[in-house]
């Protein structure tokens, strides 16, 4: 009689549950399941220095960064068969001791995956690929760089807000740089961050701007004029938009997203560009950067594309030079931190396993790991970028699966180690346990 009445009570329950698991296979798109997330803190500035503010207290650790580029997410989230690539790829980030993830939040046009379809239009089941990304970033405990708009015609880009004005009826310029100066086009700009930034999350209920996940917004990926007498509409766009995020969002940081190039009026820094051509692209690393909404300085590195025609060791000095200015001018004139968002470089095979990408990539490691040892404003780098397998219709030339490469990969790894290290509590290095990433690692200044 008692086995009756547990099975009688059993049937109910078991089929309560399989009917929660067909809604959620079937409807999970139109329902919030809730979801467990660790809890982060935001990331804010203290002086020249990234600093964690704890969510319990008063309390604030100092970051230095070791993160990535994986532009891809958001798209290869759209659909569910690929959302575990794009979960993978989170997950060995974070297991390789990164912090930070560089991604696009954009995608604008007519395209199958696009998520703003026309100005102020959005595909929710796009929206809900982003949703995807920000959470599975917070379940692995990193922050990502979310980049609002491209300079490039790739994704839309600043050429698809033109065309949009000018099917409108608009009376504006062809040239892209319409796009900083033409009150439409900046309006269609505002109204999209403005549906990034206020948007609730669908899967976690959580608002973007309140989600530690989010490590900072970026105006534009890599802002260029097309004429260079446009650069003081771009500096006053970079100021317009800076401002207005910060109205909406006071908790996160903003940046520009700037390839770090030196304009004519920096006088004394011409030498430090990789040509005389980028002084002639409208912007400028100190007078963009300088604005007081921009809490941090961002930079590119592509020693391959930009000297070309030199040869590694030229290729060297000039990278050497390029982050040693940065952080200079980011320690003793913008005081501000500087973020080396990009860094680039081609993989040729070399002997005993080594490639130029790992000459290249130590010189910016090191370059920060001094900088963090000395407190200094060389407050990390991302390398670009990441794949994981069966991505590589995302790649390029500077495209990597890591640990395909295990002298890149094991690069990597130590440098989150030697950066994770250098901070570790009371300023004292910590025993670490067995089966910690870092364990039985020895670093020294030579390195």
């Known amino acids: ?32 399941f809730p979801v467990w997330l660790p809890t982060l803190g935001f990331v804010g500035t203290n002086d020249t220095r990234f600093v964690v503010l704890e969510p319990d207290g008063p309390r604030q650790s100092t970051l230095y960064i070791n993160g990535w580029n994986s ?39 007519d395209g199958p995956n696009a998520l703003q379809i026309s100005p102020g239009v959005f595909n929710e089941k796009v929206f809900q690929g982003l949703d995807y990304v920000i959470v599975e970033a917070r379940r692995n405990r990193l922050r990502l760089i979310l980049s609002l708009v491209n300079n490039l015609n790739a994704f839309g880009g600043k050429a698809q807000y033109v065309r ?99 304009g004519p009026k920096t006088t004394e820094r011409p030498d430090v560009n990789p040509g005389d051509w980028a002084a002639k692209l409208g912007s400028d690393f100190m007078q963009n950067s300088a604005i007081d909404d921009i809490d941090f300085a961002s930079v590119h590195a592509y020693p391959d594309s930009w000297v070309p025609d030199a040869d590694l060791e030229e290729k060297a000095n000039f990278l050497t030079r390029w982050v040693d200015f940065h952080i200079s001018d980011g320690e003793y004139v913008l005081k501000k931190p500087v973020l080396f968002t990009e860094v680039g470089s081609l993989m ?76 570790a509590e009371d300023q004292i290095k910590r025993e670490l346990q067995h089966g910690d990433l870092c364990f039985g690692k020895v670093f020294n200044d030579s390195d």
Not at 3 to 20: A, D
Not at 100 to 106: D, E, Y
Not at 399 to 418: F, G, K, L
Request: net charge neutral; with cysteine; aromatic share 14%.
């Open 71 to 109: 532009y891809w997410l958001m798209e290869a989230s759209v659909w569910g068969t690929s959302r575990s690539r794009v979960s993978k790829m989170l997950r060995k980030g974070a297991e390789m001791g990164m912090t930070v993830c560089r991604t696009w939040a954009f995608n604008d046009g």
């Open 164 to 262: 949009w004005a000018q099917e409108a009826g608009i009376n504006v310029s062809s040239s892209t740089d319409s796009f900083f100066s033409h009150p439409t086009i900046k309006d269609y700009y505002k109204a999209y961050i403005k549906a990034v930034v206020t948007r609730k999350n669908s899967i976690s209920g959580v608002k973007y701007s309140e989600e530690p996940a989010i490590f900072a917004w970026e105006l534009m990926n890599e802002p260029r004029c097309e004429s260079s007498s446009s650069a003081p509409i771009l500096q006053a766009w970079i100021k317009e938009m800076a401002s207005f995020i910060k109205a909406l969002d006071r908790k996160h940081l903003v940046t520009v997203g700037l390839e770090g190039f030196y």
């Open 348 to 423: 040729h095979w070399k002997k005993q396993g080594l490639h130029d990408k790992d000459a290249f990539l130590k010189i910016v490691y090191n370059e920060i790991y001094d900088s963090a040892k000395k407190r200094q404003a060389g407050a990390g780098a991302l390398i670009w970028q990441l794949l994981v397998e069966g991505m590589e219709e995302y790649g390029d030339q500077f495209s990597i699966v890591a640990w395909d490469y295990p002298s890149i990969y094991e690069m990597m790894v130590e440098q989150s180690c030697r950066l994770r290290t250098v901070f």
């Open 1 to 32: 009689m008692d086995g009756e009445w547990k099975q009688k009570r059993l049937y109910p329950l078991l089929g309560i549950f399989s009917i929660l698991l067909l809604l959620y296979f079937n409807f999970s798109d139109h329902f919030n």
